[in-house]
């Protein structure tokens, strides 16, 4: 029975899946209820497979959804309806985006590219910001992954360096470097999502969370100089050991090199098309980025000549992938019938209201201080930063909000990147702690706080400084 519950989870993703895709070329009214009802099939395959416990918070914000109905006198099925394709954008982006890492697991492209630059990272600082750095790029193909296989990386290269120093030194810099790209990397869907909603340039969006992150990263490397000094270590000198060590069995430079310019093509190439497309094309980038990542990874791997490879990799996806995908999209159902709900009250009216009074009465304060706030504190309530940006983007998109939409996008996106340094309680954190074995309260608020204060400040020095000047 287990077997034919999975197999029914996963026709109902790939069919939600499909028909979002058809409806949004081809709007047509059987297809949206087809797809509606593979939305709640979906829910109840992922209930029957994974039990409630595990769907605790899905199903949470679809009871809350319920109850608010109740109280609004609105239709429930009506509600469910609608709530079940309230994030169909987002399930076909988080169903395809995954998909970017069957290309870089095909190479050693990230071996390479350390062989390639070893000597920009043989010291303590360089290596700290090239891990920093480099986290931000592999989030673009592998999302919040690139925490676990970037310590992985490290450690390979540390293999020998042990004790917390080391693995403060590991640590903040991948929770970081993850933390810094949600406010640049288009393929982060919380950061294509609230572009969408706050209808935002994409091109200054992505250009200004950028610097932020670059700043990010000198504010990172200032800390680690200090929290090296706290330690009484010199890394430095055990990290060029290692650097040696690894070199020593890597010696086909001309292979690295070729590795380097595919990966800076594929970088180029993905990115790229994403946003000149955009500006040439009217499909919503929620939809086009999905539909980019498809034709691109297919050709990946026919220029490859690979595509028995490309084969094998969909297929242990279906087998194996989906059923784990399958939360995170249960999220986003569970969030669209929640903000349904919330979106037939006031409730998003009186927040702002009462911000506004607040602003009123303390008239250097605007919502934009206030935003980042929201985010942190969902997130320390177990909220990830995908579901919280959901929430909230969904919120404000039914307000007129007066300020620039790419500097809404900073506030928000800038509460996620504390978060997510910050709670213990989201996966970011989580993933680190179960492969460093530190506690997510150390990974999280102990070795960051100053970081996180300090990202809060740049980033309202920017917002405010920007108001000023309109």
Request: charged share 10%; net charge neutral; aromatic share 14%.
């Amino acid at each position: 029975m287990k077997q034919i519950y999975s197999t029914g989870l996963k026709l109902s993703i790939i069919v939600y899946t499909i028909l979002h895709f058809i409806s949004y070329f081809y709007e047509n009214k059987r297809i949206i209820v087809a797809l509606a009802i593979s939305g709640c099939l979906l829910l109840l395959f992922a209930i029957l497979t994974r039990s409630l416990r595990q769907l605790k918070m899905p199903i949470g914000l679809v009871i809350a959804g319920l109850l608010i109905m109740f109280v609004t006198d609105t239709s429930m099925v009506q509600g469910l309806y609608n709530g079940f394709l309230e994030m169909r954008n987002m399930i076909g982006l988080l169903f395809i985006v995954p998909t970017i890492s069957w290309v870089l697991h095909e190479e050693e492209y990230i071996e390479s590219i350390m062989g390639v630059f070893h000597h920009l990272l043989d010291t303590s600082r360089k290596f700290y910001f090239g891990l920093v750095f480099f986290t931000q790029i592999i989030a673009y193909f592998l999302l919040f992954g690139a925490i676990t296989m970037m310590y992985q990386f490290a450690s390979s290269i540390l293999k020998n360096e042990k004790g917390e120093a080391w693995e403060n030194y590991k640590g903040t810099a991948l929770i970081r470097g993850f933390s810094l790209s949600v406010m640049w990397v288009i393929s982060i869907p919380s950061f294509a999502y609230v572009i969408e909603v706050m209808n935002a340039p994409l091109g200054l969006s992505i250009i200004q969370g950028f610097l932020i992150a670059f700043i990010g990263i000198l504010i990172g490397l200032c800390f680690s100089f200090f929290e090296e000094k706290h330690y009484h270590v010199n890394l430095s000198n055990g990290l060029q050991t290692e650097i040696n060590d690894v070199l020593s069995h890597h010696t086909d430079y001309k292979k690295m090199r070729r590795h380097v310019m595919e990966f800076l093509i594929l970088f180029i190439t993905l990115f790229g098309t994403i946003f000149l497309l955009q500006g040439i094309v009217s499909i919503e980038l929620l939809v086009l980025i999905p539909l980019v990542v498809m034709v691109w990874i297919v050709l990946y791997f026919v220029i490859k000549g690979r595509l028995l490879t490309l084969f094998r990799k969909a297929t242990f996806f279906y087998q194996e992938g989906m059923v784990h995908q399958s939360y995170q999209l249960c999220v986003m159902l569970g969030a669209g019938v929640l903000i349904y709900s919330l979106n037939q009250t006031a409730f998003a009216t009186l927040v702002v209201d009462g911000i506004y009074q607040l602003q009123s009465a303390i008239p250097f304060l605007n919502l934009l201080y206030f935003l980042p706030f929201i985010i942190i504190l969902l997130g320390f309530v177990g909220l990830g930063p995908l579901t919280v940006m959901v929430l909230v983007g969904g919120i404000l998109q039914s307000i007129d909000l007066t300020y620039p939409p790419e500097l809404v996008v900073l506030a928000i996106t800038s509460g996620s990147t504390i978060s997510i340094v910050l709670s213990p309680l989201i996966m970011p954190i989580i993933a680190l702690s179960s492969v460093n074995g530190l506690s997510p309260v150390k990974n999280g608020v102990v070795f960051n706080w100053k970081f996180a204060f300090a990202i809060y400040v740049i980033v309202q020095i920017y917002i405010q400084g920007r108001l000023a000047l309109l």
